[in-house]
């Protein structure tokens, strides 16, 4: 369908237009658009993750017990120092060996693992990741690096919630649950949201760090593709054109800003509703 | 009158690091009882307002509520807690509190501040909450308003949705913490004629206030605090027209000029 759409524009505008389309609708080009869903689903999902990982820090650094709110302080100051390129391929490789080291003991046996000098010391320990799981991991990795500058803007969010309305909601009877989750919580997004737009942005940038974990994701694509292109029976096809396709994932980025700044704006007006800030109604 | 008290407080004392604002006090209220706390500020009767509900902890001091009384511990390092938290949950579900900044949840309409603690504590039918939250929203003259945010109302009509709010748990009895000071002076009259007609509809209430007037004509019995301590307390009508105690005549003599 795509293609023969395609050839269809390509007659009514000419041979040249008509070829340029067709180079770069190809096999290789519509895997390039393609693997533009590993960018989204990394963003995504490392989002999600940086949100449940903000609450949880975020409810750490106001615990009155005061191992968990050093273990929260902790989380917010250390992490967030850790450029995300070296936490991006720490992290999966240092889960990977994790993972293999349980599996060596549980698969191959205590006495096997002694006895072999060798890596992994049985087949069984030995575990191949996929792109969906490099993913997964990136997805976690992007989630811890970015839940602690989330964590932050959550905690301060929480603290802008008038205390006045969370007494009120205690002495109606909620439940100290209740009065955390249906009134801080609901409550906090409204003071969040600015600061949580800037994580986003700052974590849909990350993603194009997705190639390091061999994962043939949108910036390696362009990379490649863009690359000068000699094939023995045709002869030169393109030169470099890398910086051609890095244009084109400028403005892929771009894009990405301003539907993303659409979405807070509306998402912003939603939390807010009813509440005097800035940004309501 | 009935025998047993709805609310009682023996004794209450609490302290803020050093220094201790509560120097036991006590209070009985009675079914229809409308008791005004008056003092200058730093008298302590806001904290003891406060105290009936457990927004504070007091250090010392029995409450209890028709007759149940709430347990307390206390550890080792000598801070006081509850022993059960569902009894506590019960006492603030019977008996509601107004503040003096009003303190309606922001991201609710009216209605939704109405009926929120009687669907999700109470556990109240949706249908039942609507019904009661827009007779209590009728009651305070504000049922117009039942859709709107309180940001975008008058402080007048926020107390009053605040009063509505308290009204629809139909509590045992209502603490109303300085209910007209944080209004502008032409918007104290339609929150005081508010209060007025509940007093007058035999509702229980316990009011901090800083309005003489309002005092001496509504309530039937007056505690005046001084320094955490009640200095003198009585009939209304007498307390007002004949204080015994210099304290008290000085307070009323610059309150009421």
Known sequence: MLEFLIAQIGQWLGEDIGASLAYISNGKHLAWYASVRYTLIAAVGGATCAVLFGLLGAALKQSSFLPFKWLGDFYTTIVRGVPDVLFILFFPLAFEKGVEYILAYVKCGAENVAATTGWPPCDAAQWYLSTGDYLVMACVSLGIVYGAFAANVIHGAMMAVSRGQLEAASAYGFTPRQVFWRFKVRQMWAYALPGLSNVWMLLLKATSLLSLLQIADIVQWAGRLGAANYFPRVGLVHPDWRWKYYLVLFLFFILMTMISERFFEALQRRASRGMAITGSN | ?257
């Open chain 2, 1 to 257: 009158m009935a025998t047993v008290p709805i609310l009682k407080m023996e004794n209450i004392h609490k302290r803020f690091g050093e220094l201790e604002v509560l120097h036991g006090i006590s209070l009985e209220a009675y079914s229809g009882d409308v008791i005004s706390m008056i003092g200058s500020s730093g008298s302590g009767k806001s904290t003891f307002l406060r105290c009936i509900n457990l927004l504070e902890m007091p250090d010392q001091g029995e409450i209890s509520l028709d007759g149940n009384t709430i347990r307390f511990q206390t550890d080792k390092k000598n801070n006081r807690s509850t022993v059960d938290a569902a009894q506590v949950q019960n006492l603030r579900s019977r008996i509601s509190m107004v503040f003096q900044q009003f303190n309606l949840w922001s991201h609710m309409t009216i209605l939704q501040n109405v009926i929120e603690a009687p669907i999700r504590v109470q556990k109240l039918s949706r249908p039942e909450a609507h019904d009661l939250g827009m007779a209590c929203l009728e009651k305070v003259g504000i049922v117009d308003k039942a859709e709107s945010y309180p940001g975008f109302m008058s402080g007048g009509q926020q107390q009053s949705a605040a009063i509505a709010r308290a009204l629809a748990m139909r509590p045992e009895a209502i603490l109303f913490d300085e209910p007209t000071s944080a209004l502008d002076p032409e918007l104290v009259g339609e929150v005081l004629a508010v209060i007025r007609r509940l007093a007058e509809e035999g509702t229980t209430m316990i009011v901090v206030t800083h309005e003489m007037n309002f005092a001496r004509d509504v309530s039937n019995k007056t505690l005046f605090l001084h320094q955490g301590k009640i200095e003198e307390e009585g009939d209304p009508a007498e307390l007002f027209s004949s204080p015994k105690s210099l304290r008290l005549q000085q307070f009323l003599s610059s309150a009421m000029a």
